[in-house]
């Protein structure tokens, strides 16, 4: 059986220059475009360096939010979802990712409206999937997907997402299958009964979305409390620029779809 983390394929999208006019939960200074530019090739990097086939998709310069490809779409081996993502400027960003998606799955199933339901909001679990309610994805939504989740044979679980924290998984994410590293806000979370949690170090909350892939976890560079952490915790950091993408709200998920392929 394949483990969580184990993915074989990863999609992309290189951001368009209109990335620096993309969507801010805050305020602070805009990104510089050549430095966010770096920050994402060398993400792309290192996935391939971790053994994933990465496809990296064209710019869409009409929309400013498209490289955050996993609010777009859910992808498992078995399939993938087309979602409905909550912010209005990104509906049209889905048509593209579907015509991506398409040579790689068999299935590709279509969130259907009203609701809206974002990836970040999505956290995949061994045994469930974690549906988090937030500004962006909304109870007609997360109802919709857990049927979808249903008709590929997984298990849909909804939960809130904390006031003013963007996506679920800008909160947590997981360090291993049963151990999550979380916000303080979010640690008592229902879901996550049963879960070993860590916590993450004050002041660095927004070291939350990090990215396990294989034996190694993705991580922002400017975290050194957090680094060490999930070091000392046993797990190799691998860490990586993210001040400039951070500037628009990316963590290290929201940047690609990944998964593994069935073999054979
Ligand atoms: C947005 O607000 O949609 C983008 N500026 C950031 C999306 C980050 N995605 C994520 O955390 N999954």
């Not at 974690?130 to 298990?155: C, F, P, W």
């Not at 299958?177 to 004050?202: H, N």
Request: overall charge negative; glycine content about 12%.
């Amino acid at each position: 059986m394949t483990g969580l983390f184990d993915y074989s394929h990863a999609i992309v999208r290189t951001p368009g220059a209109s990335v620096i006019g993309g969507l801010r939960d805050g305020g602070g200074p805009d990104p510089d475009l050549a430095a966010l530019m770096d920050e994402h090739a060398a993400y792309c990097m290192a996935l391939s360096s971790l053994g994933v086939a990465v496809s990296i998709l064209p710019p869409l310069e009409a929309f400013p939010d498209s490289v955050f490809v996993e609010d777009v779409a859910l992808v498992f081996g078995k399939g993938a979802v087309r979602l409905r993502p909550g912010a209005p400027s990104r509906a049209g960003e889905v048509d593209h990712i579907g015509a991506a998606l398409a040579p790689h799955f068999d299935r590709v199933l279509s969130l259907e409206g009203p609701g809206h339901a974002d990836g970040g909001d999505i956290l995949t679990l061994t045994d469930r999937v974690i549906i988090g309610l937030s500004a962006r994805t909304d109870r007609a939504g997360a109802e919709a997907l857990v049927g979808l989740l249903a008709a590929l044979g997984l298990k849909g679980e909804i939960t809130d997402t904390p006031k003013g924290v963007l996506h679920f998984k800008t909160g947590c994410s997981l360090l291993d299958e049963e151990t999550v590293f979380v916000v303080p806000a979010l640690a008592e979370c229902a879901a996550f009964a049963g879960l070993r949690k860590i916590l993450t170090p004050p002041g660095e909350e927004a070291a939350a979305n990090l990215l396990r892939v294989h034996d190694r976890i993705l991580m922002g560079a400017h975290f050194p409390q957090s680094l060490e952490l999930v070091a000392r915790y046993g797990i190799e950091p691998l860490p990586l620029p993210v001040t400039h993408i951070g500037r628009v709200d990316a963590g290290l998920s929201c940047m690609s779809l990944r998964w593994a392929a069935p073999r054979g």
